[in-house]
């Protein structure tokens, strides 16, 4: 062999050697790249502990087990119809087959008898209702939230049985829950070991009080903590609750407050009125209960209302703006 052969061999040995340690190793920009990637994993991870609900028709897509503690709900409404997710915590033995086959008929019944003009009737019918019902406990959710928007929602909450529902209804008078929009979730004793997040705004509402509210609203992200400091079951067979809505120019806040009332035959019925966009909220809680919601607020007008008849007279009608 001649220097000149042996001049190649030698380079394609030093070759071979650096390809195989380049494979092994990485090239120093990639590997670079790489922990740069996993820390961005990782500080996500760390800022966001939510659990992602999706609807896309009737539907909640979610885990079936989350741990008992504080927890963040990502309540993302892919549908074209408003929606709400409420979670109802089981008394021991009872199971999501139970609530299909007890609660939702006659509640579905009665509202077909009143939207039939029967009202006298509908009485009947929601009193088939089994005694069990009354030892359901509602442990929040989100508020009411529009078309292609997300609710941010934070509740404490204890291990058990839990049913989450949206009763919102179809134009043809039917609870979105009897269509199946109703899931059981499991709620572990092993906690989250959360804490709630710090609040802008405070909200307290009560059966005799309302809803009154301590601080400014500014635009941007805010976080609303809301309290219950009571908590008593209205005409309409559910507990006092805050949605957050986004008022238009037009908007007729009597056509509102009727819509959130869902024993009217044209209450929450979708589509909901034209003239409000509604950005979720926290549902019904146990009294002494506090859950929060964080929304993004645009300069305008707003309005925080209870989805319970005769909100004005009750003093949970709160209109606000936001400037500039």
């Not at 079936?64 to 927890?71: E, H, M």
């Not at 299909?100 to 009947?124: R, V």
């Not at 089994?130 to 509602?138: C, G, H, L, R, T």
Request: hydrophobic content about 35%; proline content about 5%; charged content about 25%.
């Amino acid at each position: 062999m001649n220097n000149k052969e042996k001049n190649h061999l030698l380079i394609l040995k030093k070759l071979s050697v650096l390809l195989i340690l380049t494979g092994l190793l990485g090239s120093p920009g990639c590997d670079t790249q790489v922990r740069k990637n996993e820390k961005e994993k990782a500080k996500i991870g760390q800022r966001d502990h939510a659990v992602e609900i999706i609807t896309e028709t009737m539907d909640f897509q979610m885990p079936d087990t989350i741990q008992s503690g504080w927890q963040t709900f990502r309540y993302v409404n892919k549908s074209y119809e408003t929606h709400f997710f409420l979670l109802d915590k089981y008394p021991e033995g009872k199971t999501i087959e139970d609530g299909e086959k007890e609660i939702l008929p006659p509640f579905q019944e009665g509202m077909d008898l009143i939207n039939a003009g029967k009202p006298e009737a509908a009485g009947a019918a929601f009193g088939q209702v089994p005694e069990w019902f009354s030892k359901v406990v509602f442990s929040g959710g989100s508020g009411l939230i529009s078309p292609g928007d997300t609710a941010m929602t934070t509740l404490k909450l204890e291990p058990g049985y839990y049913v989450v529902e949206c009763y919102v209804k179809m134009q043809n008078g039917i609870f979105h829950s009897v269509m199946g929009m109703v899931k059981k979730l499991i709620v572990t004793a092993d906690s989250t070991g959360q804490s709630p997040p710090k609040a802008d705004v405070k909200i307290e509402i009560s059966s005799t009080e309302g809803i009154t509210v301590d601080g400014k609203v500014s635009k941007g992200r805010q976080t609303f903590a809301v309290h219950f400091k009571d908590q008593i079951v209205h005409e309409n067979f559910v507990g006092h609750d805050v949605n957050l809505v986004k008022l238009d120019e037009h908007a007729d806040l009597a056509v509102l407050e009727k819509w959130m009332n869902w024993l009217d035959p044209e209450g929450l019925i979708t589509p909901s009125p034209e003239g409000f966009t509604f950005l979720g909220g926290v549902n019904d809680m146990p009294e002494g209960s506090t859950g929060y919601f964080s929304a993004h607020l645009n300069p305008g007008r707003y309005a925080l209302i209870s989805e319970v008849p005769n909100t004005s007279d009750k003093n949970m009608l709160k209109t606000f703006e936001v400037s500039n």
